[in-house]
């Protein structure tokens, strides 16, 4: 089994390879508290690319 975990606004990222369920079934509940949230392969890889940027600020138009 291959699972990926991401956590969301911070570039830390996780993928597990293993077959024992019981170690996975520990392992998510412990990553569960720390903030990492079960993703699929296109979003482990989408956030390689956008993990550590920050977002845009709405700036002010008015120039005087």
């Known amino acids: 089994m291959r699972v990926r975990y991401i956590k969301p606004g911070q570039n830390?990222?996780?993928r597990i390879l293993t077959?024992?369920?019981d170690a996975l079934s520990k392992l998510?509940?412990?990553l569960d508290t720390q903030g990492f949230k079960q993703v699929g392969l296109l979003a482990f890889i989408m956030h390689?690319?956008?993990a550590g940027r920050a977002k845009r600020v709405k700036r002010d138009s008015?120039?005087?």
């Open 12 to 14: 830390k990222r996780l």
């Open 28 to 30: 998510d509940k412990s």
């Open 19 to 21: 077959n024992n369920v």
């Open 48 to 50: 390689f690319v956008t």
């Open 62 to 64: 008015t120039r005087a």
